[in-house]
């Protein structure tokens, strides 16, 4: 959902009155999405913890100090090559916050049910957790330091693409936007997956049988391993690794991920739990002379507590089928 940024009226032919506050609107809108209490303001990231700008001024910087030391040098050419050199990282750095100068005044505001989020001269789009869709760029590995790259599509065609140059303080929006998705949608799509629907995720469709991609089916029971690093997933099926999209791709991909980990160690459990159980059909006996001979004689009845071995090897592969049907 989406709404002008400013808002005029008339006041009866006299003028107009001043823009309603940019504060004002977003809690306007919040009230309009029921969107719930107001929990936090992100305001623009600054220019100096952009890692480009920082790059372009060190350099900047130490070539200007070459070129002072050809001044005290009084060698002059290489004074001025050197402080024309040092200007073109502080161009550069200047375009970089002319193209990035519309986020100066943007703002992210986090909600008990959804977010907004605001551009200079834009409307103010709105998300809730329940609806939205969430692509991350990058899922950090275990060690590593976080990136923070996501795009948020709502179900009205809402959408809105921002990262860590733009917000400040990724470390604290990025994990709180994909958890309260993951926290408010997981149990509806583990409710649609156990009433045997199948939910896509994107290329991607999974059920309680198996994982579908590209038009190929793989079981569950053949998912081994699910490897998801930088910005790559794949999984391995018997002896191969099968590559998946990518994981900007994929919607709700921490959803994505749980369910399938569910549904690949529920299938390995289940696998191992019939391997351990299936009785294996006793070998017969190697000298049948012997059993012959203690085999009581012909006419008596046999004992009523035995088994003859046909009957034995009859009940365990009943046994047999009843786990495998279960």
């Given at each position: ?105 943007a703002r992210m505001d986090v909600f008990d049910h ?213």
């Amino acid at each position: 959902m989406t709404t002008p940024s400013t808002v005029r009226q008339g006041a009866g032919g006299a003028g107009e009155r001043p823009p309603v506050p940019l504060t004002k609107l977003v809690h306007l809108m919040a009230e309009y999405e029921k969107l719930g209490v107001h929990r936090q303001t992100f305001l623009p990231a600054a220019m100096s913890d952009d890692t480009f700008v920082r790059a372009c001024g060190l350099i900047a910087g130490g070539l200007a100090i070459v070129a002072g030391i050809c001044a005290t040098a009084s060698w002059w050419t290489g004074t001025i090559v050197f402080a024309v050199l040092a200007l073109i990282p502080l161009v550069a750095a200047w375009l970089r916050g002319s193209l990035t100068g519309a986020v100066r005044t943007a703002r992210m505001d986090v909600f008990d049910h959804g977010l907004t989020v605001y551009r200079s001269g834009q409307e103010i789009t709105a998300f809730r957790w329940d609806s939205a869709e969430v692509r991350q760029s990058v899922i950090p590995s275990q060690g590593s330091a976080a990136e923070y790259s996501m795009t948020l599509d709502g179900p009205d065609g809402s959408h809105e693409s921002f990262d860590e140059r733009q917000f400040d303080c990724a470390h604290e929006w990025g994990p709180v936007i994909q958890s309260a998705v993951t926290a408010t949608q997981l149990p509806r799509t583990v409710a649609a997956i156990d009433a045997g629907q199948s939910v896509p995720f994107g290329e991607i469709a999974v059920d309680l049988a198996e994982l579908t991609f590209a038009g190929t089916s793989y079981p569950w029971e053949q998912v081994h391993t699910i490897d998801a690093q930088g910005g790559l997933i794949r999984f391995k099926s018997g002896a191969r690794w099968v590559t998946l999209p990518p994981i900007e791709s994929i919607p709700n991909f921490y959803i994505f991920n749980e369910v399938a980990e569910r549904l690949r160690m529920a299938a390995a459990a289940e696998l191992a739990e019939r391997n351990a159980v299936r009785p294996e059909i006793a070998d017969p006996p190697a000298d049948p002379a012997p059993a012959a001979a203690d085999s009581p004689a012909s006419g008596e009845d046999e004992s009523p507590g035995e088994e003859l071995p046909e009957e034995r090897a009859r009940s365990r592969k009943a046994d047999t089928a009843g786990v495998e049907t279960r």
